[in-house]
C-alpha cells in the first residue's frame, strides 16, 4: 500500500518487508511513485495515446527521450528495429536522422499491415526507411538485414518485436554481431516482469519477458555487458530511469 501526503510531504510505503516513509521530494519517494505510475499507465493503456509526425507511436515519452539522447551522442549510421506496428519509432528515428544529416533505418515485423505500410511509404521521412517483412528471426530475413549493413556502420538494434524471453533471445543471437563496440542492441519492455497480474498480463511473465533474455544473453557473451547509458546532462536528484525497458541496454564492449 502506498500513501501520498502532499501536505506534509510524505510518501509511505507498506508491504510485507514493513514500513517506510520518506519526504516526497526524495529520490526513494519518486521511486515509489513512479512505480505506481507505470503501472497505473499499463492498466489505462496511456502509452497508446501518443503519435510521432502523424504516426501513431506506442511507447513510453521518457524511453523515446532516451533513445535520442543515446542516438545524438553515438551517431548510428544505421538503426535496426524488429517490430514495425504503426511505423511511429521508424518515423521517430528517421527524423533525428534528418535532423542530424546521416543515417537509415531498417523496421522489421513478421506482418507489416497493409494501411500502415501505405502510410508509412507515404511519408515525407520514408527516404531514409527500409521495410522488410518477415519473421525478425528467420535466417532468411537476419541474411537480409546483415546485407544492408556496411562493415564500417555503427549500428543500434531496437528489439521491439514478440516478447517472449526465446523469441527474444533468438533475436539477441541473430543480431548482437551487427551492433558496433561501444554501441546498444536494446530489449524493450521488461517492465512485463513487473506486471503479473495486470489486465493484458500473462502469469508467465515474471519469467517470460525480454529482461529475462537480456539476463541470460549477457552470462554467455562477455563482448556485452548490461548497462544504461549515462545520462549526458543532470542536475536534479533522480538518477533511477522512469521506464518500459528495465534491464534493456546492452551495450557492446569488444568483438
Known amino acids: 500500500m502506498i500513501q501520498i501526503d502532499t501536505e506534509k510531504g510524505k510518501v509511505t510505503l507498506e508491504n510485507e518487508k514493513g514500513s517506510e ?30 503519435s510521432w509526425l502523424g504516426r501513431p507511436i506506442i511507447q513510453l515519452p521518457e524511453d523515446m527521450f532516451r533513445i535520442q539522447e543515446v542516438i545524438f551522442q553515438i551517431k548510428p549510421d ?25 543515417g537509415r533505418v531498417i523496421g522489421i ?4 499491415r497493409p494501411h500502415n505500410r501505405e502510410a508509412i511509404e507515404a511519408h515525407p521521412l520514408f527516404d531514409t526507411i527500409t521495410l522488410i517483412e518477415g519473421s525478425s528471426i528467420e535466417p532468411r530475413i537476419v541474411k537480409e538485414v546483415k546485407s544492408q549493413i556496411q562493415p564500417d556502420e555503427k549500428v543500434i538494434v531496437m528489439l521491439d518485436s514478440n516478447h517472449t ?15 558496433s563496440v ?22 508467465d511473465w515474471g519469467w517470460n519477458n525480454p529482461k529475462a533474455a537480456a539476463e541470460v544473453f549477457v552470462r554467455s557473451n562477455p563482448s556485452f ?16 530511469r522512469v521506464t518500459y525497458w528495465p534491464g534493456a541496454w546492452l551495450k557492446r564492449i569488444k568483438k
Open 165 to 179: 524471453k526465446a523469441h527474444v533471445l533468438a533475436e539477441l543471437d541473430a543480431y548482437a554481431e551487427m551492433v
Open 78 to 102: 544505421v538503426i535496426i528495429e524488429t517490430g514495425v506496428a504503426h511505423g511511429g519509432s521508424l518515423i521517430f528515428y528517421a527524423g533525428l536522422f534528418k535532423a542530424m544529416g546521416k
Open 182 to 203: 561501444g554501441s546498444y542492441i536494446v530489449a524493450a519492455d521488461g517492465i512485463m516482469g513487473d506486471l503479473v497480474g495486470a489486465p493484458r498480463s500473462e502469469n
Open 109 to 112: 515485423d513478421i506482418e507489416i
Open 21 to 50: 516513509t520518506h519526504a516526497i521530494g526524495t529520490p526513494e519517494a519518486f521511486s515509489i511513485i513512479s512505480k505506481a505510475w507505470l503501472r497505473s499507465g499499463w492498466d489505462t493503456k496511456y502509452v497508446y495515446s501518443f
Open 225 to 240: 555487458v548490461m548497462e544504461d547509458p549515462p545520462l549526458p546532462f543532470n542536475e536534479g536528484q533522480i538518477t533511477e
